[in-house]
């Protein structure tokens, strides 16, 4: 859940790989939408950002996704980094 309560989002698996990743839910509207393959979803404190680490290649690349926009921005952190929380 975002912190404002506005947003879920969640990882769903699925045999199909266009419906396997990271779906977000409006809960005013109901609207779903599929924002990407991803594991991990992660909300910023101020339910701004949603953090998503990659489902593919051999590293969680973490991608960086606005509400409402969902436009995906990609984080470029060492090799071996992932994202594990956000800090207050």
Do not use: C, K
């Not at 939408?33 to 680490?53: K, Q, T």
């Amino acid at each position: 859940w975002s912190p404002d309560g506005r947003w879920l989002a969640f990882v769903a698996e699925d045999i199909d790989p266009e419906h396997y990743g990271v779906w977000v839910i409006e809960l005013d509207r109901g609207q779903e939408l599929f924002v990407g393959r991803g594991i991990h979803p992660r909300w910023s404190p101020d339910s701004r950002w949603l953090l998503v680490n990659s489902a593919d290649g051999p590293y969680e690349t973490p991608w960086l996704l606005e509400a409402g926009t969902w436009y995906p921005l990609q984080m470029h952190l060492p090799p071996d980094a992932q994202v594990v929380d956000w800090l207050p």
